[in-house]
């Protein structure tokens, strides 16, 4: 009967879950908000590959708004806004609220590291009339998406006698480029049989540099000594100088638009430069926020958030001990009553490899700023796991915002998974929660995530700190 099949139309409308692609439901302005927003997200990917020139490139952004660098002893007041760079490789930013600051922070994180490859403390070799350098990847890659594609060096060299050169060559399209070279097809028989992990090995990734051997007869090592007498015209550094360096091999290729209709972004770095770039904006846009809005941009977490710039170390609770000293005030109260959007990307359904997705529970490309209430592995292991209250509290703050947003895990069951830095803030008792972006080929050289979900993160914590 015509009168029952509407009935049931109407329930389900009512009570059954709605998965829709974003852009149905999105005005067309609203969708050239989300491109426009993208062309300056572009422009930080192109400015800020490593998690140095990331704080470079925030502190230049910030200061621009009229953040300060926090000193301790500042008097602090509603409004005020300031930062705390961590030697450079992380920050932390925050625009003191009209709310006590006893009543807790709300915190955005998210990572500026990316994965790539480190060169070695001694990297410069020659083989066979070629000149080298050895590598030790960072992060988890797959080795031999890394071989045969430009790669620029960024990174900073201390000398012996401690002055800093800062390095970025093969960004310009006039630099030199470099690359990790693979074998012919031809010759590749017995390498053809290792599995795809071994396929290209650790210790295989290495850079050619240079072949050019410097003229003088009798000479050994002639190409690996006129690569040296290059670096030491243009730098002024001898090969010990490499002991006491941070050079990172990264992909030299540009952000660039994907699609005919240009709906996606692909880069190197959208992980997790994606989350770091729309939870700065949003600290940016926010004036006056009821909580104070605290933002933190780390490093390490790559490869574990160990280290004294990544999101294991103290900094964080130290920061929030120095400002809420300000106000008369323990550091711990602060973070017992704080909330926290930790933001990474997620993986997004891809339809080539449909079998690693459990379908319901994935999040897709255009489905909004993804939710994630646990990650970890292997029956949840490495995850802080938000409460149901706390998941429902940013649900609530999303819808009446108008975020469009899905929810994610990353991955079937046992197939794999993945931690975030979520875990090391939730273990400072901070209500804490996963949101991010999803995104294409995760941390492949060049990752693809869309135009609308990177404006719903943004959006998500605008909503969230405003
Ligand atoms: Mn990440
Ligand atoms: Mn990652």
Redesign the pocket.
């Known amino acids: 009967m015509s009168k029952d099949k509407s009935e049931g139309k109407e329930l389900k409308k009512e009570l059954l879950s709605k998965k829709n692609n974003a852009v149905l439901s999105m005005k067309s302005e609203e969708i050239k908000k989300c491109d426009k927003f993208c062309e300056g997200y572009k422009k930080f990917l192109d400015n800020a590959k490593t998690e140095r020139e990331a704080v470079e490139e925030t502190i230049k952004m910030i200061e621009a708004q009229g953040f300060v660098e926090y000193k301790i002893g500042m008097k602090l007041e509603a409004g005020d806004k300031i930062y705390r760079n961590n030697r450079g490789k992380a920050i932390i930013m925050a625009v003191i609220g009209s709310e006590d600051i006893s009543k807790g922070v709300r915190l955005c994180a998210a ?1 500026i590291d990316s994965p790539r490859l480190d060169l070695k403390q001694n990297p410069l070799y020659e083989s066979n009339e070629l000149a080298l350098f050895k590598t030790h990847y960072y992060g988890g890659i797959k080795k031999y998406q890394w071989t045969t594609i430009p790669l620029a060096l960024h990174g900073v060299i201390i000398k012996a006698d401690g002055s800093k050169i800062s390095i970025k060559i093969g960004e310009d399209e006039d630099d030199p480029v470099f690359c990790v070279n693979d074998l012919l097809p031809h010759l590749a028989t017995e390498q053809m049989k290792r599995t795809l992990a071994q396929g290209v090995k650790g210790e295989e990734l290495n850079i050619l540099i240079g072949s050019r051997p410097f003229k003088e007869d009798d000479l050994s090592e002639a190409v690996k000594l006129n690569i040296m007498s290059i670096l030491n015209e243009k730098y002024g550094i001898i090969e010990d100088d490499f002991i006491s360096a941070e050079l990172e091999a990264v992909p030299a290729f540009k952000a660039r638009d994907i699609g005919f209709d240009r709906s996606m972004v692909g880069s190197y770095g959208h ?2 430069r994606v989350c770091a770039y729309t939870a700065l904006m949003a600290t940016i846009k926010c004036k006056n926020p009821k909580h104070t809005a605290v933002t933190i941009l780390t490093d390490k ?2 490869t574990g958030s160990d280290g004294n710039t990544g999101l294991q170390s103290a900094y964080l609770k130290y920061f929030i001990a120095d400002i809420a000293a300000e106000f008369g005030c323990e550091g711990r109260t602060v973070l017992s009553n704080s909330e926290c959007m930790s933001a ?2 997620n993986a997004a359904f891809d339809p080539t490899f449909p079998d690693v997705m459990e379908k319901n529970n994935c999040a897709y490309i255009n489905h909004g700023v993804v939710v994630t209430k646990y990650t970890g592995a292997r029956g949840k292991s490495g995850t802080s796991d938000a409460s149901a209250e706390y998941v429902g509290k940013i649900r609530k703050l999303l819808d009446k915002h108008d975020v469009i947003w899905q929810t994610g895990e990353l991955g079937k069951v046992d197939f794999g998974g993945g931690g ?1 830095v979520a875990a090391y803030i939730a273990n400072l008792n901070v209500d804490t929660i996963d949101v991010g972006v999803p995104v294409l080929s995760m941390h492949a050289p060049f990752e693809t995530v869309s135009k609308i979900d990177v404006y719903m993160t943004y959006k998500a914590f605008l909503s969230f700190v405003s």
């Open positions: 990572h992980d997790d977490e790559e990474d990307v975030t």
